[in-house]
């Protein structure tokens, strides 16, 4: 029988779905199971430690007296942004020398305690790995370094108020990691030297690390020393990375695109288990002559039971094992799209992706394709003499709700979570009942709308059109799945279409041309209107310099705060540093306040929040907020809440205050604006005068994260091929499925005296009503999920295109069209008894 059935392309269509499945999440699991060997492997590497006691403060010295009492090695890292400038050549004044940002960072002796660095004597040239720090008066730079400085391995380079000469070209750095100030270029100094250059002093963002490595003992005993200390102190801007945590901005950022991946793998998915019931409900009624034969010859229920488990159980191992084959090939080339954004050696993978893999393939199948065939072992003999099936319908909604709910427990372990796989399955039930019930009720409306007389419909709209919306209402359940299983499909593919196009320009282009795209920090109060005269001087204007005082929140409404309370990882990390705060009595004109009042000229205490740190925090107005602001608490009632507007790019603070309240704390200033890349000397110059101000062409910084967007973008859409292949597999089989029925009906209409015009109206009008009732529903769904998507994920405003709603009608009648053409192409040429007969 199966031969028979493979002959008969009867299986076809079920085994394609079945590997397009597959194929999706056994590539994404391959890709998940590598990135985890790989951090496992490389945890200790990836930290360069053990275990690191990280603060945005010099680390107390109590930790490495410890850690030393337990026989544990140690060193330290500090790492900041500063500005590096190249020395001016012979007859090159300092001011016309190139200046960058870079990530510096300074290394004690013993680093890295784990793992080693890479280096080069110059670009291109033969790799070595070091497990050491760069000599006294020597800094180890990167490529990126080099090159826009315009320099080579032996120039000398300024840092702060000191120079050093470029021993070494760093080529790999595992403990990098993915902060925003690691986006800049790495400059690698000798600790040693980091006094020399001037550039610690009050107001730098300098993040200090210990480093601590031995045996696992001794390790485990000063780790619950620590965490006894930190957590029991409340010892606030101190962190704790172990072993487990790997590199967190790394597994963060990989975590992220992991499952972004499965989301599209598990819409892959989820339209193969649509491919598939649909398949094998063509299947079974095409089967139900035979099985009735079977019965009527002594064949028992369970022996067809028996049959029909074999038969898909064999196809569901070959699918599961082609799929598996398929996958691994799509993860190699994941991998090649993920690029930088994976750069270490990952080890092979483990055997679990492969079995997982051939798991889902036979839940997808036993779970979707054997309820339609459940009926098939309960025909009765007679009907052989009549068209009785039996009472079926009980029997495939209890399969379908065991089937269902196997895939819904795929789905959880597939994604790897409750959260995630919850929602996409959940989502799923959503959108199926929801697209099936107003197909149900459309098609009600339509046939009501075609029978009444009054309207005059069918002088209007001829008989094709009466009979076609009256022969899908003839058939409820099977129209509504059709026009169902068309919306998945559709919006899937008008989904990948926003997503390729409208979220990612829109992303684009929401940043303005002119948007500020250079910040000027670290600037001293002394200095406030010198620079400000300079950036006039050449052609800045009204450039706006803010004051900026560093403070840390430690008690709302006279609670101390503490970050373990909060869930979001996002409002732990913000309570847990400083904030910048600043004082001014006029409101920022790209502000806006959504609660309570400004404060205006007022001098009394009071200060005003930014709309998400309030939602983040859980503050409103009339709670009251105190900041530890260098020692000494300042306390104030928040009187109004403002909604910013980041992507202006200009300067912003989450608090601001009158000017009473923080004029006299120290603090310093900063100023944005925007800066044509012919005009980058007028930076350069700055910088070489005060060496102490940082400036961050956030040009370069957004250029690399766009880079690493678009690799996790083309990975997505390296799977979306499989999303595509599948929706193709719905759109046919969701036509496919009631072909035999319309063959039948064309040839009786003939048979009854119908004209080949009058049936080619039928069938014309049949198919323009499904598929644009069905592209209708697939574009306002693929609109709602789009702009999900822009507002939660992409963090833009996606503007509603007019063209969406008609594209998505015109593409449904398209693939109805041409999908109804291919089934019944051949329905008109053939006689109409012979059509009966096959039918």
Known sequence: MSARDWRAGELTMLLLALVLAVAAL?????????????????????????????ADHPVDPAFAQEAQSLALRTATTAIFPSMVSAEGAPGVSDARAATRLAAVKSVSPGYPLRGALRLASAPGAPEREVRGIPPPGTVWVDQQLLDALKVHVGSRVKVGTRTFTIGALITRE????????????????????????????????????????????????????AHARVDGGKLRGVGLESLQDGQPQVRQALDRARHFLMLVSLLTALLAAVAIAMAAHRYTRRHLDGCAAMRCLGASQRTLRALFVLEFTGLGMVGGVLGVV??????????????????????????????????????????????????????????????????????????????????????????????????????????????????????????RMARSQRNGFEARAGVGWRYALASLERRPGASALQITSLAIGLMCLLLIAMTRNDLIDG?????????PNEFLIDIQPDQRNAVAAWLTAHGIANPDLEPMVRGRLVTINGKPVDPVKYKSEDARRLVDREFNLSYTTQLPE??????????????????????????????KPGDVLTFDVTGLEVTAPVTSVRKLDWGSFKVNFFVLMPPALLRDFPGTYITSFHLPETQRAVVDGLVAQYPNVTAI???????????????????????????????VLVLYAALAGTRDERMH???????????????????VAEFVAVGALAGLMAAVGALAV??????????FHLAFDPWLLPGGVAAGVVCAGVGGWISLRHVLARPALQSLRDA
């Open 326 to 447: 398929l996958g691994y090939a799509g993860h190699l080339a994941l991998l090649a799209w993920l690029g930088t954004l994976i750069d270490v050696v990952l080890p092979n993978p483990g055997p679990l992706p492969a079995l997982e893999g051939i798991a889902a393939g036979l839940v997808l199948l036993l779970g979707f394709a054997l309820p339609p065939l459940l009926p098939l072992t309960r025909v009765p003999p007679v009907r052989v003499l009549r068209r009785e099936w039996g009472d079926e319908s009980r029997t495939a909604w209890v399969a379908y709700a065991i089937g269902i709910a196997l895939f819904a427990g795929l789905l959880v372990i597939a994604a790897g979570e409750l959260k995630l796989g919850g929602i996409v399955a959940g989502g799923f039930a959503l959108g199926l009942v929801v697209f099936a019930g107003v197909a149900r009720v459309a098609l009600w409306g339509a046939a």
């Open 507 to 515: 992303w684009r282009k929401s940043t303005p041309p002119d948007a």
């Open 697 to 727: 062409d956030v040009g370069p910084i957004l250029a690399q994260v766009q880079r690493m967007l678009e690799q996790v973008i083309n990975a997505v859409q390296f799977l979306f091929l499989f999303t595509l292949a599948a929706g």
């Open 786 to 795: 789009g702009s999900v998507l822009a507002t939660k994920v992409f963090a």
């Open 26 to 54: 056994a590539s994404v699991g391959f890709l998940a199971d590598r990135l985890q060997r790989g951090l496992e492997r490389d945890a200790r590497a990836m930290i360069a430690a053990d275990f690191i006691v990280r």
């Open 590 to 619: 790209d502000n806006r306040i959504e609660a309570g009042t400004w404060y205006g000229e007022s001098s009394a205490p009071q200060l005003s929040i930014e709309q998400g740190l309030a939602k983040l925090i859980h503050v």
């Open 174 to 225: 595992l403990d990098r990691g993915f902060s925003f100030v690691n986006f800049s270029p790495r400059l690698m100094l000798n600790a040693a030297d980091l006094p020399s250059t001037g550039l610690t002093g009050y107001g730098s963002r300098v993040t200090y690390r210990l480093l601590v490595v031995g045996p696992d003992p001794a390790v485990a005993r000063f780790t619950e020393w």
């Open 745 to 763: 009906e064309s040839a009786l209409l003939r048979a009854l005296g119908a004209s080949h015009a009058q049936v080619r109206a039928v069938q």
